[in-house]
T-cell receptor
Framework: SQKIEQNSEALNIQEGKTATLTCNYT??????LQWYRQDPGRGPVFLLL?????KEKRKERLKVTFDTTLKQSLFHITASQPADSATYLC???????????FGQGTELSVKP | DTAVSQTPKYLVTQMGNDKSIKCEQN?????MYWYKQDSKKFLKIMFS???????INETVPNRFSPKSPDKAHLNLHINSLELGDSAVYFC????????????FGPGTRLTVT
């Protein structure tokens, strides 16, 4: 079955630096890969989606890359701020079945 | 406000009881979902409905029964609650043709004692 791995250890960085989170998957590539943000006690919030045939997507300070050869997506937050502190989830969508498979998330902590 | 809403936010109950969680979305989406997030924060899909029709039914015990009276509502009924059912349950919806981009509700924390 499909496996998704995100950094299980929390990522601690200094304000102003770039945070880079990793999402690796096994087996075949998804049609879409999505990133969500989840704050404690709240539901996940959709951030970005990247398609199988896209290499990179940007939205404001966020950038997502998708490498189907490495079976990996990287999620970057540039000029990070304490308000970016949250858990970030990646999710894969396969055409067959039409469902999202989520990774376990990486907790990001940005220190002032 | 346009959103996905769930009630109740917290639910504490004893083993063996039956309980329901309600979900409503006013985003005009065709597809709605129920997810379970366990203590290790894994978010796993349970059910998916498209226009009141069941599309996805993951390996979920029969004690869990979703009901969709219309495409804006998807309720979750749980019979004979067990300790292992304790988790946070999220409802979500997604628009058509947007790569299943999900809009989540605030979650219902279910505690079974």
């Amino acid at each position: 079955s499909q496996k998704i791995e995100q950094n299980s250890e929390a990522l601690n960085i200094q304000e102003g630096k770039t945070a880079t989170l990793t999402c690796n998957y096994t087996n075949y590539s998804p049609a879409y890969l999505q990133w969500y943000r989840q704050d404690p006690g709240r539901g996940p919030v959709f951030l970005l989606l990247i398609r199988e045939n896209e290499k990179e997507k940007r939205k404001e300070r966020l950038k997502v890359t998708f490498d189907t050869t490495l079976k990996q997506s990287l999620f970057h937050i540039t000029a990070s701020q304490p308000a970016d502190s949250a858990t970030y989830l990646c999710a894969l969508v396969y055409n067959q079945g039409g469902k999202l498979i989520f990774g376990q998330g990486t907790e990001l902590s940005v220190k002032p | 406000d346009t959103a996905v809403s769930q009630t109740p936010k917290y639910l504490v109950t004893q083993m063996g009881n039956d309980k329901s969680i309600k979900c409503e979305q006013n985003l005009g989406h065709d597809t709605m979902y129920w997810y379970k997030q366990d203590s290790k924060k894994f978010l796993k899909i349970m059910f998916s409905y498209n226009n009141k029709e069941l599309i996805i039914n993951e390996t979920v015990p029969n004690r869990f029964s979703p009901k969709s009276p219309d495409k804006a509502h998807l309720n979750l009924h749980i019979n004979s609650l067990e300790l292992g059912d304790s988790a946070v349950y999220f409802c979500a919806s997604s628009p058509r043709d947007r790569g299943l981009e999900q809009y989540f509700g605030p979650g219902t924390r279910l505690t079974v004692t």
